[in-house]
DNA sequence: GCGACAG
DNA sequence: ATCTTGTCGC
């Protein structure tokens, strides 16, 4: 951890260590077994009324594009907000979305940072540790890092190395041209450039990877879902006189 | 010159 | 993340 990011007394210090512990095992080469058939995407929803979240899991055939599998997971929020402790929010459900899995994925693309994050430990790679599969940060915006972005092309594929402590943690990547970068980091056993071909193979029209959106509107679907039930609920007991 | 804080 | 109308472009 780079030193000014947290305060040394503050009650997640706990969690700060732990990351740091948890670190010494990231595998940051390339360690996928055989032919990648299958990638995941992963993404959280929250409803702040309930103090419910839904993580979802949604498996890919890497070649079509296509959805082979999705599974979802609910429960109660657990840990609050704070940046640089995502991981201890989101990865809870996401596991448990994961052990519903028929198709296991050789490789997950996460919504969220991997070692480009103040501790080397984004949620990518806390998930790449907790599940020892393949992972990929590519995160929407940015959280550590120093770039040039003058030295960004336009055009889709173009990069830009991210700077962290002395150390190359990821890179900015134009998934499309003139769009916004999307932050490309290794989670676990996968290195930079595997990382960054997946991310461009997986985003063949939109700035977002398809296996991001796919899991993105799952859990969305599932929230709105479970909110028109909830409602019902209280309408079916406010109702009888 | 300063600063950027994932979802 | 989530809350939200109109609006720009293919």
């Given at each position: 951890?780079?030193e000014?990011?947290y305060?040394?007394?503050?009650?997640?210090?706990?969690?700060?260590?732990l990351?740091?512990?948890?670190?010494q095992?990231?595998?940051?080469?390339n360690?996928?077994?055989?032919?990648?058939?299958y990638?995941a995407?992963?993404?959280?929803?929250?409803?702040?009324?309930?103090?419910?979240?839904?993580?979802?899991?949604?498996?890919?055939?890497?070649?079509?594009?296509?959805?082979?599998?999705?599974q979802?997971?609910?429960?109660?929020?657990?840990?609050?907000?704070?940046?640089?402790?995502?991981?201890?929010?989101?990865?809870?459900?996401?596991v448990?979305?994961?052990?519903?899995?028929?198709?296991?994925?050789?490789?997950?693309?996460?919504?969220?940072?991997?070692?480009?994050h103040p501790n080397?430990?984004?949620?990518?790679?806390h998930?790449g540790?907790e599940?020892?599969?393949?992972?990929?940060?590519?995160?929407?915006?940015?959280?550590?890092?120093?770039?040039?972005?003058?030295?960004?092309g336009?055009?889709?594929?173009?990069?830009q190395?991210?700077?962290?402590?002395?150390?190359?943690?990821?890179?900015?990547?134009?998934?499309?041209?003139?769009?916004?970068?999307?932050?490309?980091?290794?989670g676990?056993?996968?290195?930079?450039?595997?990382?960054?071909d997946?991310?461009?193979?997986?985003?063949?029209?939109?700035?977002?990877?398809?296996?991001?959106r796919q899991?993105?509107?799952?859990?969305?679907?599932?929230?709105k879902?479970?909110?028109?039930?909830?409602f019902?609920?209280?309408?079916?007991?406010e109702?009888?006189?």
């Open positions: 951890m780079k000014g990011y305060e040394e007394d503050s009650d997640f210090m706990p969690y700060y260590l990351q740091k512990e948890l670190k095992k990231v595998i940051s080469y360690d996928i077994k055989g032919e990648v058939r990638i995407g992963a993404d959280v929803a929250y409803n702040d009324a309930t103090k419910k979240m839904v993580g979802a899991l949604v498996v890919l055939d890497a070649n079509t594009l296509q959805v082979v599998e999705q979802v997971h609910e429960m109660e929020v657990t840990f609050p907000y704070v940046p640089g402790l995502f991981s201890f929010r989101e990865v809870p459900p996401l448990e979305a994961f052990k519903k899995l028929q198709t296991k994925p050789d490789l997950i693309i996460c919504d969220a940072h991997g070692m480009a080397g430990m984004g949620m990518a790679t998930l540790l599940l020892d599969i393949p992972t990929i940060g590519c995160a929407k915006s940015w959280l550590v890092g120093i770039y040039d972005k003058s030295l960004l336009l055009e889709r594929g173009a990069t190395p991210m700077m962290w402590d002395s150390k190359i943690v990821g890179v900015a990547l134009r998934t499309q041209d003139n769009v916004k970068p999307l932050f490309v980091s290794v676990h056993r996968v290195d930079l450039q595997t990382a960054i997946w991310v461009l193979k997986m985003s063949p029209s939109y700035r977002q990877p398809e296996t991001t899991a993105d509107h799952l859990v969305n679907s599932v929230m879902e479970r909110m028109e039930i909830d019902m609920g209280d309408e079916a007991v109702e009888p006189i």
